[in-house]
């Protein structure tokens, strides 16, 4: 679904991205590009593309001129981070582990090979949000599902009834044209901390191919026995996978205090009880 | 009949016009006076380039103004001395002139301290979007005796500093987010609750609106037509139009589908005719 293929001439394509829609046709030079978006809560998982079909006439249809022969639709990570919220508070004991399963909507890029993009759009519509407080903070994509951790020594219950009014996360890890993404939390401070709100910073993380699905590096937050956090990105269970689209920052894998830890705290949503 | 009489010093000087060591007097203070320019010249430039990094543009114009100023007060006072001119009188009688001036350009004056007062207190800076008695504009540039604005429908407004520094000022954009407060009735045969959980999904579906902090829902007060409510919705500061214009259209919109009605103002009118009829 996201590898370059070459289009004819005169020729609509189309990809079914659970729920939106996009489409494509060249000729010569010129591309014309169109993107039918919907609202993420309403995402129904369903992905494949590219087919032969026709847009809706009602549709605005983008144009963008230049030289190519292969074009795909890659994945992009937005530019803001993506906050969730846990489903009621999770609080983690001292030495305790818990992972989060996530599934990323992402921004779609129209792009030639050798890296040249003809439209970058965004499918899935979220809601924003505002990790900080009243006077600083980040502008931040919110997704509107409510995680429950995986622990370790977990065994495999019966499909559990989420409660009523929230998003099962599983509906959104089934769908193709989501970015899975593992965010795991490692207490390894003397104090228990209380869970809330998790974000997520994209600047270092690459997008790869895992069969049908997309994944991501994984996301680590230790808070350490000094009482403060460390972020890092796992790369080491993406070896081997096709890289669908690079991070957007180079340089070390381990992020460490880029905003001071205070601020770290906060878009973790981690405060020492 | 005698000729004006120069002081003894401007005599001195144009007797020595011609002179051999005239001339290398009058090269070499040319040549100080470029030097000094020069040196003050290179001097704002480092200032700027320096202070343009810790600190906001509008200290930093009052920095190289300074420069440049002590620059020209020097190269002036240097000329002032080639020339022959005694510098001490002539400040005894500036200091004199001052205060005349002074009391002539209060309002000028005024106006300057106020100005470095602004520059010192940042109350806003350029940029900022502020509102002052029923002006508002983006801040252009904050000078040295007034601050010039932008109106969004875009005309030109000068403010006398000294009329910010009296004034309460509202700074619109100092704060990354806000909070939009919109007020309107329901009627009294309205479900309160229903009207809650409907403006609560409103807010939730209304991409500008943000979802943390949480919007606001007040049920404020009694009124003669219906129920005043109070929603306010937060939002990041540069989706004010964006926000106002898509709620306004989403409530109108629900609150029809919802059938919760939004009443008009009432009044009973009772006509008395003649002869003690009364019509309501």
Request: aromatic share 8%; charged share 20%.
């Amino acid at each position: 679904m996201w590898n370059y293929f070459s289009p004819e001439d005169l020729q609509w394509y189309s990809w079914e991205l659970d729920g939106a829609r996009a489409w494509l046709r060249k000729n010569g030079e010129e591309w014309r590009l169109a993107l039918e978006g919907i609202d993420f809560r309403a995402i129904q998982p369903g992905a494949k593309g590219p087919i032969p079909a026709v847009p809706s006439l009602e549709l605005p249809i983008f144009f963008s001129v230049g030289k190519g022969t292969k074009i795909a639709l890659r994945p992009q990570l937005a530019h803001r981070p993506y906050v969730i919220a846990v489903r009621n508070d999770v609080r983690l004991l001292p030495g305790a582990e818990a992972q989060f399963d996530i599934a990323l909507p992402p921004l779609l890029r129209f792009e030639l090979e050798g890296g040249k993009v003809l439209l970058e759009a965004e499918p899935f519509t979220v809601p924003n949000t505002w990790f900080g407080d009243k006077t600083s903070g980040n502008l931040c994509h919110s997704l509107p599902m409510s995680l429950d951790p995986r622990c370790a020594g977990e065994k495999q219950a019966p499909a559990d009834s989420a409660a009523p009014g929230t998003h099962n996360a599983e509906r959104y890890l089934a769908c193709r044209s989501l970015v899975q993404c593992r965010l795991v939390i490692r207490n390894q401070s003397k104090e228990s901390i209380d869970l809330d709100r998790l974000a997520i910073f994209t600047d270092l993380i690459n997008i790869y191919q895992k069969g049908e699905f997309m994944v991501t590096d994984s996301v680590v937050i230790v808070a350490n026995q000094d009482g403060e956090l460390q972020t890092r990105i796992e790369k080491e269970k993406s070896r081997g996978l096709t890289v669908l689209q690079a991070a957007r920052s180079s340089g070390i894998s381990e992020i460490l205090v880029r905003r001071g830890v205070s601020f770290l705290k906060r878009i973790a949503g981690l405060e020492p009880v | 009949m005698n000729g004006i009489q120069l002081p003894d010093s401007l005599q001195t000087f144009f007797q020595s016009i011609g002179t051999t060591e005239f001339w290398w007097k009058a090269i070499s203070t040319i040549l100080t006076v470029a030097v000094i320019l020069g040196v003050f010249r290179f001097l704002q430039m480092a200032v700027v380039r320096t202070a343009s990094k810790k600190f906001p543009e509008a200290k930093v114009f009052l920095a190289r103004k300074i420069v440049k100023y002590a620059g020209y007060s020097i190269a002036a006072a240097i000329l002032l001395k080639a020339v022959g001119i005694n510098i001490t009188a002539l400040l005894g009688a500036a200091g004199i002139a001052g205060i005349a001036i002074g009391f002539a350009a209060q309002t000028s004056v005024s106006n300057l301290i106020s100005g470095i007062f602004l520059i010192s207190e940042k109350p806003f800076e350029m940029g900022d979007v502020i509102q002052t008695g029923d002006i508002t504009g983006t801040v252009l540039s904050i000078d040295l005796l007034s601050i010039k604005i932008q109106t969004f429908d875009n005309r030109f407004v000068r403010i006398p500093n000294e009329t910010i520094i009296k004034t309460n000022v509202i700074n619109l954009t100092k704060f990354p987010i806000r909070r939009m407060d919109i007020r309107f009735q329901v009627s009294y045969n309205a479900d309160i609750e229903k009207v809650i959980d409907t403006c609560a999904k409103i807010a939730q579906r209304n991409r500008y609106a943000l979802d943390n902090p949480e919007p606001l829902i007040l049920v404020d007060s009694f009124d003669n037509s219906g129920i005043n409510i109070l929603f306010g919705i937060w939002f990041e500061r540069s989706q004010l139009v964006s926000l106002k214009n898509s709620i306004i259209i989403d409530i109108q919109r629900r609150f029809a589908e919802e059938q919760i009605e939004i009443p008009y103002p009432k009044m009973d009118v009772y006509i008395k005719e003649n002869g003690g009829m009364e019509n309501g």
